[in-house]
């Protein structure tokens, strides 16, 4: 196998869900926005149309699909204003999971009243069943690279 076709294969897999830098934030994610739940006045039911599509999108929930995944999308950087990556340490997450769930589920709860470019609020889109982020605009660097990844990946 080539080079190139070995380094598609790893890449593939470290994509096959969502590639958080800490595993806790894609389990919590996946717990509160794949099954249902109610708060308040609050009633989320994903359809299997969004659990699809949220699958689908794996890393590109939070991140921009063919850039460095230190580049995030509008629901990246806004969870990114709740969640510190600092503050979830290995040790933490094994000595205190409880405490890391509250926070990460706090911090999803703050980000679905945050509005969307398209002057939605992530929780509605996701209720229905639209992915929460828009297409971001790339500058003209970012689209080759991006173009660039994708042509390396096909």
């Known amino acids: 196998?080539?080079?190139?076709?070995?380094?598609?294969?790893?890449?593939?897999?470290?994509?096959?869900?969502?590639?958080?830098?800490?595993?806790?934030?894609?389990?919590?994610?996946?717990?509160?926005?794949?099954?249902?739940?109610?708060?308040?006045?609050?009633?989320?039911?994903?359809?299997?149309?969004?659990?699809?599509?949220?699958?689908?999108?794996?890393?590109?929930?939070?991140?921009?699909?063919?850039?460095?995944?230190?580049?995030?999308?509008?629901?990246g950087i806004a969870l990114s204003k709740y969640l510190k990556k600092d503050d979830f340490s290995k040790e933490r997450l094994k000595a205190e999971p409880e405490k890391v769930k509250e926070e990460v589920i706090a911090a999803l709860k703050k980000a679905d009243a945050d509005i969307s470019e398209d002057g939605e609020a992530f929780l509605k889109k996701m209720m229905a069943g639209k992915l929460p982020a828009v297409e971001p605009k790339l500058t003209p660097e970012q689209a080759a690279k991006a173009e660039g990844e994708k042509e390396d990946d096909e």
């Not at 991140?63 to 230190?70: N, R, S």
């Open 1 to 75: 196998m080539s080079r190139l076709g070995l380094l598609g294969v790893l890449l593939s897999l470290l994509c096959v869900s969502p590639a958080w830098a800490i595993p806790e934030f894609s389990k919590h994610w996946k717990e509160r926005y794949l099954k249902p739940f109610e708060e308040g006045e609050t009633k989320f039911e994903p359809s299997q149309d969004f659990q699809k599509l949220a699958k689908k999108a794996g890393c590109n929930l939070c991140h921009i699909k063919g850039l460095e995944k230190t580049e995030r999308n509008e629901y």
